[in-house]
């Protein structure tokens, strides 16, 4: 169940190494290290401001840490040729906080695009593909047709959702993944995310500020803070941390 304990023999999916982030004097990370292996659920929380998403787009090559390494799959995102890039971009998909959709672009056609533009896929097969990653998402490919607008909340999300598997990666990013749903909507997105992960083998890192999340399907917790990593083990290893915020947040639920 461990995600990214280093007593292990795997070859970790993600591996972050001294990483430092700066916005002109604004320090957001000081010293980030950690590493998460396959196979896991992976939740990283923290107070608002200590660069939780900003991490996760340094991860996926949205932005550049000022120093530091990132590698996915064993290659550096710094160093690596765009060909290995490119590759490496193809193994992981993203689903960005609130979907991210194209408003202009029907289901079908947003689902599309990984297929469209990052494969070699023969135009014939991506309906197919098309439905059968709305199908692993719980919905009816023949919502294919419509517009985001049409969606609720929870279908919009499990549309980019789709979107994000259309590759069959091995890596699930997810920002806020339960943001905006209502607790039922919620918990059944969890629950969408878990058996995923189960029945794919998938690896996912998501961020969250969701309690009911990060107990309910979660295997490993790194919590930022300060700067730095202030906690990485499973729930019951960082609930026994001493941080003020980590006592302060987790205060909210009775685990007894």
């Keep these: 169940m461990a995600a990214t304990t280093t007593n292990t023999q795997e070859m970790p999916v993600i ?9 002109g004097s604004q320090v957001v990370h000081r010293n980030v290290t950690f590493r998460v292996n ?3 659920i992976v939740a990283i929380i923290g107070e608002s401001g200590t660069g939780k998403t900003v ?22 995102t710094r160093e690596a040729p765009e060909e290995d890039l490119a590759a490496i971009r193809n193994r992981y998909g993203v689903l960005f906080q609130n979907g991210a959709l194209f408003s202009a672009l029907n289901v079908g056609e947003n689902v599309a695009i990984p297929l469209k533009e990052q494969s070699n896929v023969p135009n014939e097969l991506i309906a197919p593909l098309v439905n059968l990653r709305l199908s692993l998402t719980g919905l009816s490919p023949t919502i294919r047709h419509k517009m985001p607008s049409d969606l609720s909340g929870g279908m919009r999300k499990r549309v980019a959702l789709a979107r994000a598997l259309a590759l069959e990666p091995e890596l699930l990013f997810l ?15 969890d ?38 990593v202030l906690a990485d083990g499973s729930l019951e290893e960082v609930k026994k941390s001493d941080d003020p915020w980590i006592r302060a947040y987790f205060s909210t639920r009775n685990f007894s």
Aim: some cysteine.
């Design 175 to 189: 920002d806020e993944p339960t943001s905006g749903l209502d607790p039922i909507n919620a918990r059944s997105f």
């Design 15 to 23: 591996e972050v190494n001294g990483l430092q982030t700066r916005f």
């Design 55 to 76: 991490l996760l787009k340094e991860m996926i090559g949205l932005l550049q840490p000022a120093a530091g390494s990132i590698s996915l799959f064993g290659t550096s």
């Design 191 to 228: 629950q969408l995310v878990r058996t995923l992960c189960d029945t794919l083998g998938l690896t996912i890192v998501m961020v969250t500020h969701d309690l009911d999340t990060i107990t309910g399907i979660a295997d490993h917790l790194l919590v930022l803070g300060q700067g730095v």
């Design 38 to 40: 396959p196979g896991s």
